[in-house]
């Protein structure tokens, strides 16, 4: 089946410091949806993105979906203590029942 | 006000036992989901509905069954339980089956011993 690489798998930085984590696929994706997940919640979207080589914004976070529709990263910039968390990338796939396929995540460690 | 919620948060049972999780979402979307996300946070699609008609049934045991008594619900049931069935369950919904903005409820969390 279709699989996502997702890296770093885990990120320790100092608060303040810019982060940047990104998705790969073998396979062509027509939408990439990026997830926070806090301890003991539910995914969280954080930006969704629907066409190549759009670059969209939230706040301090700024994705991208690659041209070649095949990955997307996200950045966060001046990390703050509630940034900490497991970030996910999840890619809908095309044609038939589409569905989501999510990236191993990134685990988001801040020292303040 | 939430949007998607699940019951119960914590599901403690017995190996051999039928459970039951409950899903309902009042954003009024069409599609919901069951995913499944292991101890290494893997989240990985098991079903998907659409306006209460099956849509997407992943490599998933007989022993588990979606049941969607309406679009605004999404219930799994589970027979037979076994230890590797522990897992954390989000239910999930989106306006249609083809949009990808899903939005997660909080999880319940299941322990088989």
């Known amino acids: 089946g279709q699989q996502l690489n997702q890296s770093p798998q885990s990120m320790f930085i100092q608060e303040g410091e810019d982060v940047s984590m990104n998705c790969t696929s073998s396979s062509i994706f027509n939408t990439w949806l990026w997830y926070k997940q806090d301890p003991g919640e539910g995914p969280v979207l954080l930006i969704a993105?629907?066409?190549?080589?759009e670059l969209t914004s939230n706040g301090r976070l700024t994705a991208q979906f690659g041209i070649t529709r095949k990955d997307s990263f996200l950045n966060i910039s001046a990390s703050i203590p509630s940034d900490v968390g497991i970030y996910f990338c999840a890619g809908r796939t095309i044609g038939g029942a589409q569905k989501l396929v999510f990236g191993q995540g990134t685990r988001l460690t801040i020292n303040p | 006000d939430t949007a998607v919620s699940q019951t119960p948060k914590y599901l403690v049972t017995q190996m051999g036992n039928d459970k039951s999780i409950k899903c309902e979402q009042n954003?009024?979307?069409?599609?919901m989901y069951w995913y499944k996300q292991d101890s290494k946070k893997f989240l990985k699609i098991m079903f998907s509905?659409?306006?209460?008609?099956?849509?997407i049934n992943e490599t998933v045991p007989n022993r588990f069954s979606p049941k969607s008594p309406d679009k605004a619900h999404l219930n799994l049931h589970i027979n037979s339980l076994e230890l590797g069935d522990s897992a954390v369950y989000f239910c999930a919904s989106s306006q249609g089956p083809g949009m990808g903005e899903q939005y997660f409820g909080p999880g319940t969390r299941l322990t088989v011993t």
């Open positions: 993105l629907y066409k190549a080589g």
């Open positions: 954003l009024g979307h069409d599609t």
């Open positions: 509905y659409n306006n209460k008609e099956l849509i």
